[in-house]
């Protein structure tokens, strides 16, 4: 099967292979220099758990800018569930590009396949209801946009990707302003299209005078379920709700049946728990 990607690769994903071999390379592999230069090789990887298969593209970049002949022939697809023993991709090539090539593609597979899955997990918990799971900026430094790709491989959205390209008003915004309405005339008066405002409220007081205001996207912060539900009832639709703070998979499910419409998780980036697949190589 040949790479088909379903899903828009973010723009620095060649590069942000180029500096991971970079980093595991640095002045040559002097294990894999081992290997006659002239020797092949093939290998496969199998996953051993249940996963979403996220990292396809990638993976195969990895041992393609190591050697710009070799081949990658897939057994699924990008965003494929994928059942323990499953045998997802082989590699054909140098023996010493694969050796090189290994641990910074399987990086990358086990990590944003955990990222794919865990959003997979928590899009699943709430089906049924109107909430949508969105991701948060807690990421691991570098690899912003490749896992939020993931999060959209899982099933999940996206939320800003960064202090660029939208406005969130917080606690800290409000107190350095002067006060909340301070705040969103500043954000409305600063005029940047296409780009949403959407102010934190913490209490149910802040959320009457945000709705007061026009506010069109509000994040409710670490209310209590019942909290969540009165704030539903008084927005009556006037605002889009989001839920954040110590959302897991054991409490999101109550958290979108109070009738929000977007529920913010931060351990879909934050807390990565890494995919166990494993290569085996033969002789070509």
Known sequence: MDETFSFSLPPNWESQ?????????????????LIAPERNAQARVMVREEAVLCGSAWFGEVFRQLDPEVEVTWAAQEGQWLAAGTCVVQVRGRAQALLSAERTALNFLQTLSGV?????????????????????RKTLPGLRLAQKYAVRVGGGQNHRLGLYDAILIKENHIA??????????????????????????????????ALDLGVPM???????????VQAVAMTQGRALLE??????????????????DRISVGALTKDVRAIDYSLRMQDA
Not at 17 to 33: I, M, R, T, Y
Not at 118 to 134: L, S
Not at 220 to 227: G, I, R, Y
Not at 247 to 253: G, I, P, S, Y
């Open 17 to 33: 292979v180029q500096k991971a071999l970079e980093e595991d390379l640095g002045s040559g592999d002097l294990s894999a220099a």
């Open 176 to 209: 350095a302003a002067g006060g909340l309405a301070q705040a969103y005339h500043s954000a409305c008066s600063a005029g940047h299209p296409g780009q949403f405002i959407q102010l934190e409220v913490e209490t149910l007081e802040q959320l009457q005078q």
């Open 116 to 136: 794919a899955t865990q959003t997979h997990h928590f899009v699943a918990a709430v089906q049924g209801y109107r909430a949508q799971i969105v991701d948060t």
């Open 218 to 228: 509000l994040l409710l912060d670490n209310m209590t379920p019942a909290q969540q």
């Open 243 to 260: 839920v954040s703070g110590g959302v897991t998979l054991d409490t999101v499910r109550a958290i979108a049946a109070t009738g929000v």
